[in-house]
């Protein structure tokens, strides 16, 4: 039986169009996908996200436990600021991707993948070793992203916090039981909010209220991967490195003396040559390239690792794992014919704006 967020009845009543995801039972949508998609692009709009996994690790150790246990570096980041990063096995696969909070000296705060749960609790319970640290699961919270380029101003107003104006990206701060950070998935401005499930419907109805529309799963994976953001378990898994995965950038190899989990693998991994390139691809009017479907280019094959229709450039795209090299152009084979795509860096669209 899925699980359901506090928000559930609250899904059902706004006739949201309920499937299981990872466990949970959420809406993929409340009618139509593409306008709740077009909602977020051009105002606001909000997702249940509350099947997300919410860690709170504290203790006089635990900057050097994260230190060791992801490949971004938290000692980069102050008190109120957020990371983005990789937890990786000792091969330099990725185990999860996660937002992790610096909240207050010997207080971090962590957002992993509902899918990816148990696996993710398990490996950090066993890293613990030694370190002062204790690593505990924050059931008791629901979490809203709210997302568009009017959403902070509607978060804003629906809580009378004029004072929120003044998070920067990837910072954070708390209001009463509102903990509130200028992150996201849609390629859009906004705030991921954390407070307690007892809070959630009202938090919810008071923002529909405000004009934020409700949006499902279907528009947040069509907003993430025109943002060009990967999703674990696609675009990325044990399997597969930060740096064969558009990931590199997190991953922090100074100072040489910082020993992190999987950071010999990756020094092997540049020291020979990254094999693999991830890509963005953009395909005419047809068939949707979905994940798996081989990709043909100069530089040998691939696969595609996600892949939609784009509402905002409205024409089908990808994200695809290719061998490296020069290759500009591509070919994506669906049901036995060969489709021509364009080779681009991602993002395909980020703050509105169309970037390829």
Known sequence: MALHTPLHQTHVDAGGKLVEFAGWSLPIHYGSQMDEHH???????????????VVDLRGPGVQDYLRRLLANDVARISNGQALYGCMLNEQGGVIDDLISYRIEDGFYRTVVNAATRQAD????QDQIGDFEVEVGEREDLAMIAVQGPQARDRVIGVLNAAALGEIRPFRVAVHDEYFVARTGYTGEDGFEILLPA????????????????PCGLGARDSLRLEAGLNLYGQDMD??????????????????P?????????????????VPERLVGLVLGKGAI???????????GEGRVTSGSFSPTLECPIALARIPAGEATGA???LRGK?????????????????KI
């Open 257 to 273: 003396e910082r020993e992190f989990i999987g950071r010999a693998a990756l020094e092997a991994q540049r020291r020979v040559g």
């Open 331 to 333: 070919e994506v084979e």
């Open 121 to 124: 609790l398990a490996w950090m």
């Open 39 to 53: 909602a977020v692009r051009a105002g606001a709009g909000m997702f249940d996200v509350s099947h997300m996994t």
């Open 198 to 213: 007892g809070l959630a419907v009202e938090f919810w109805t008071a923002l529909a209220g405000a004009g934020v529309r």
């Open 338 to 354: 060969r489709l021509p795509a364009r080779i681009v860096k991602p993002p395909f669209v980020r703050n509105g704006q169309i």
């Open 238 to 255: 044990t399997s597969t490195t930060p740096l064969v995965s558009n990931l590199g950038w997190t991953v922090a190899f100074d100072p």
């Open 289 to 299: 390239p979905r994940s798996g479907a081989l990709v043909h280019t100069s530089e």
